[in-house]
């Protein structure tokens, strides 16, 4: 389905395309509709735990997720590959945190599920440092813990055994050569959610960092837009009244990238010779996408990031240490009109568009 640009980059995995993997992982897991999963931020329910597949009877061992934003519709897929690797492995799991990105309150969910003993954390680390403390009271206590989505800074003091999730720094630094390339020259807007963030904040460094790489003389510059879709909304638009003479109007979080393209269209900035383009496979992304309103946006694959996390936990558990730990690149993958049909017309778990299993063929 995918030109050279979209073959994923997944340790193992090199040289497959998206409708490979989704052709392929394909597994039973708990289902449930997508409103009741939103709503479900406690604790999820799965199969017996015993010796499934080849592996031996083992508990039923329970891992903690916390993550920044619970109900936002972006960790879906997240979750179902949470429930997928729980239902296949024998194992449970909790989806806690904060609705709303507040740090506070996703230590105090972390410290409560070291209190509890679970079996395993993994969290999205969107702070430079509230999480190296629990991190260590994790590990102090025998209960590892990866980090997904989000990962620590580079030369971070927190210990965290392994992160799933996408190069965040080198897709922005891919991105940013796409806008060098598309705009040549002029104001571009970088629109963010919460500067500063980890999970979006090395993305726009990435983006910077070509654009000056590029030699061409193009000056970009950095909006926040604030974590509730509304609000991104009326920050974009705001913005650009205030700025038509802009070339490239680009986001690094799927709100943002969402109003992007709505105020491209809006104003008809696509046929005006304005580019754009962002993050992520909110299903009204991919239809301005379609619409030629947004030239691209990129999947980081977040059902990839819920299902390795369950792996890597399960596999720690299981060898008693010796294995499981290991960094897992979700990948980077540029959908563009060309490639975006099949996220339109199919409905699965790998995306969040749909709550059943099925397999998905071509």
């Known amino acids: 389905m995918d030109d050279v640009e979209a073959v994923l980059h997944l340790p193992s995995q090199r040289g497959l395309t998206r409708r490979d993997l989704m052709r392929s992982a394909a597994v039973v897991g708990a289902g449930g509709s997508l409103a009741a999963l939103l709503a479900a931020c406690q604790s999820g329910t799965t199969s017996a735990a015993g010796g499934q597949g080849n592996f031996p009877s083992h508990p039923k061992w329970k891992f903690t997720f916390v993550n920044h934003v619970t109900t936002n519709p972006f960790f879906v897929p997240t979750q179902y590959g949470i429930q997928d690797a729980s239902a296949l492995l024998g194992t449970d799991y909790q989806w806690t945190g904060s609705d709303k ?4 309150a996703m230590v105090n969910a972390m410290n409560a599920a070291i209190a509890a003993k679970v079996d395993g954390i993994a969290v999205c680390i969107v702070d430079p440092t509230a999480f190296d403390e629990p991190t260590d009271a994790a590990l102090a206590a025998g209960i590892p813990v990866v980090s997904y989505n989000a990962d620590r800074p580079t030369n971070s003091k927190n210990n965290r055994l392994a992160y799933i999730g996408q190069d965040l720094y080198g897709s922005g630094f891919a991105m940013g050569q796409k806008i060098a390339n598309a705009v040549g020259s002029g104001p571009v807007a970088g629109f963010i959610a919460t500067p500063g963030q980890l999970n979006i904040q090395p993305r726009i460094d990435g983006a910077k960092a070509a654009i000056a790489a590029s030699g ?133 778990r790998f995306e969040g568009s749909d709550s059943a299993q099925k397999l998905v063929t071509k």
């Open 216 to 348: 061409k003389p193009i000056q970009f510059t950095q909006i926040a837009t604030g974590a509730a879709l509304n609000d991104e909304l009326s920050a974009i638009e705001a913005y650009y009244l205030g700025h038509k003479d802009l070339k490239g109007m680009y986001a690094v979080d799927a709100g943002s990238t969402q109003g992007t393209g709505q105020i491209m269209q809006k104003y008809t900035l696509a046929s005006k010779g304005v580019h754009a383009g962002g993050y992520d496979l909110l299903p009204t992304t991919l239809g301005l996408i379609k619409s030629g309103d947004l030239d691209f946006t990129i999947d980081q694959q977040p059902y990839l990031q819920g299902f390795y996390s369950v792996v890597l936990l399960f596999l720690y558990k299981l060898s008693g240490g010796l294995s499981g730990p290991a960094d897992m690149n979700t990948g980077l993958l540029f959908v563009t009109k060309s490639t975006a049909d099949p996220y339109l017309s199919t409905k699965t």
């Open 101 to 104: 990105s507040d740090v506070s």
